[in-house]
């Protein structure tokens, strides 16, 4: 297998029908990931972040280009793309242990009772939950509930790991934790990570290369950042290391000069033609 030819999108376009004509969400999309990379996607709200990750999962299909896996185009979902949202998305009926048991279940692999029950424990312990396998999500913290979440997905053995702002809704050191976690876990598996972020610090600390997302409508990629930093990564050592700065600093420039300027551009637009528009109805309204 080519690594460098893992996962491709080529020319990726996405439109949404409204009432008022189609919503061009993406425009010409290109990216080429290797495998293993760690991917994260950054940009402003409304910049398509979360609608490439779903193209990518198969749950839409691009109106224009498409992503071909390992030689294999994307139509629809599947096992081999796992995803993690920001919800955690527990039943909350079962325990943990028969939460993970439920997607090893799906991409059964030929394993027996056994095999399965031991993979299950494997994939609980990689997120350090073994110990609250008999719990019900109710009995846990949103923490805990999203390491399940990982637990679940990395259950499916994905080629790729898709990743939908998995730590925005928990507090810091919660999140700080996790994010731990995830670069434990990317390192002793290796596979491919796609993240949607929107936190500057955690794109630099986990990821090869940033994706950065131009505003939308018509969103594209605008700038892709490699974060050369060595692995394993210490926060406490980064806080102070030039490079790691340097890449914050990219991403701060490109999110909130470079693209802050875009938005005022067009903020200007709107209010020109507004004007314009009362210009014309106070000269009828004389007439």
Same mark, same amino acid.
């Given at each position: 297998m080519d690594i460098d030819n893992h996962l491709e999108l080529t020319q990726v376009g996405m439109k949404f029908p409204t009432p008022k004509g189609d919503f061009v969400a993406l425009t010409d999309v290109n990216l080429r990931i290797k495998k293993g990379e760690f991917i994260s996607l950054i940009g402003h709200s409304g910049c398509g972040k979360s609608t490439v990750l779903n193209v990518v999962a198969g749950l839409y299909k691009a109106t224009d280009g498409g992503v071909i896996l390992d030689n294999t185009e994307v139509n629809e979902p599947g096992p081999e793309r796992a995803v993690v949202f920001q919800n955690h998305s527990l039943l909350p009926w079962l325990s943990v242990y028969k939460n993970v048991e439920l997607a090893v279940k799906q991409t059964r692999q030929g394993r027996n009772k056994a095999e399965m029950r031991a993979w299950v424990e494997h994939n609980l312990e990689l997120v350090h939950?073994?110990?609250?396998?008999?719990?019900?999500?109710?009995?846990?913290?949103?923490?805990? #509930?999203?390491?399940?979440?990982?637990?679940?997905?990395?259950?499916?053995?994905?080629?790729?790991?898709?990743?939908?702002?998995?730590?925005?809704?928990?507090?810091?050191?919660?999140?700080?934790?996790?994010?731990?976690?995830?670069?434990?876990?990317?390192?002793?598996?290796?596979?491919?990570?796609?993240?949607?972020?929107?936190?500057?610090?955690?794109?630099?600390?986990?990821?090869?290369?940033?994706?950065?997302?131009?505003?939308?409508?018509?969103?594209?990629?605008?700038?892709?950042?490699?974060?050369?930093?060595?692995?394993?990564?210490?926060?406490?050592?980064?806080?102070?290391?030039?490079?790691?700065?340097?890449?914050?600093?990219?991403?701060?420039?490109?999110?909130?000069?470079?693209?802050?300027?875009?938005?005022?551009?067009?903020?200007?637009?709107?209010?020109?033609?507004?004007?314009?528009?009362? #210009?014309?109805?106070?000269?009828?309204?004389?007439?």
């Open positions: 939950m073994t110990h609250a396998k008999d719990k019900l999500p109710s009995e846990i913290s949103g923490g805990m #509930k999203q390491r399940v979440g990982i637990a679940r997905a990395l259950a499916m053995e994905p080629k790729v790991l898709l990743m939908d702002e998995p730590f925005g809704a928990l507090d810091a050191l919660t999140r700080a934790h996790l994010q731990d976690s995830l670069m434990e876990i990317h390192a002793e598996l290796g596979n491919t990570v796609i993240m949607i972020t929107h936190d500057v610090d955690e794109a630099v600390l986990l990821s090869d290369r940033i994706v950065m997302m131009t505003n939308g409508p018509s969103a594209t990629i605008g700038e892709i950042l490699d974060v050369d930093l060595p692995r394993p990564r210490n926060r406490i050592t980064l806080a102070d290391d030039p490079a790691y700065n340097h890449c914050r600093h990219e991403v701060l420039s490109f999110l909130y000069e470079k693209q802050r300027k875009v938005e005022n551009v067009a903020d200007h637009q709107k209010k020109r033609e507004s004007a314009t528009e009362e #210009k014309a109805k106070d000269a009828s309204s004389a007439a």
